[in-house]
């Protein structure tokens, strides 16, 4: 009994160390001895019997692990499957990429330290107090920078919005961009 114990303690070893969790291991072991006894009951010989559990569960082992690998696929063709791209549409990419030209504009009519601490904090993610520290600034003199482009910015983008409405209003109200476009209903 102790070899049987050893070998079948081996096979478990050599199962781990190819993937198999402690519990995969034990119950693919059980199956490849007991596939060894159905095996010998119906009459089969068996020469050597740890090379046959040994094989056994190392088939058993490559089974398990396409079964499990066999489950991350989807089996239906491409073209039957329901893909949703939840990525921005072009026109949502596009008036971003307007919306940031913009916003580049009116950052160039800032002074270049207004710009510089501007992108420092809102682009590179530097602290206050950090931006003061790489610019031998005041950290009050740093607010005041950021607080001045944001200024900027938001004054530019309201009046951007009342001109927008303005164009708007003009068009026939069937058309939905004057809805769209003014962010509410006539």
């Known amino acids: ?52 559990v040994t094989r056994c569960a190392l088939n058993l082992a490559v089974d398990a692990h396409r079964h499990a690998r066999g489950a991350l696929y989807e089996r239906s063709p491409v073209e039957e499957l329901d893909l949703t791209d939840n990525g921005p549409t072009p026109d949502e990419v596009f008036e971003a990429e307007q919306r940031l030209v913009e916003m580049m504009q009116t950052l160039d009519r800032v002074s270049v330290r207004t710009r510089q601490v501007f992108f420092m904090h809102r682009l590179q993610g530097f602290s206050h ?38 164009v708007c209003e003009g068009l026939p109200s069937g058309d939905g961009l004057a809805h769209k476009s003014s962010g509410h209903r006539k």
């Open 129 to 166: 107090a950090e931006i003061a520290g790489k610019l031998d600034v005041s950290k009050s003199a740093v607010e005041k920078h950021i607080a001045s482009a944001v200024t900027i910015l938001a004054m530019e983008r309201l009046a951007h919005r009342s001109s927008d409405r303005t």
């Open 1 to 52: 009994m102790p070899p049987l114990k050893s070998q079948l303690r081996h096979l478990k070893k050599i199962l781990l160390r190819r993937g198999a969790t402690r519990e995969d291991a034990e119950d693919l072991v059980q199956e490849a001895v007991l596939r060894l006894h159905v095996y010998a009951r119906a009459g089969g010989q068996v020469r050597d019997q740890d090379a046959f």
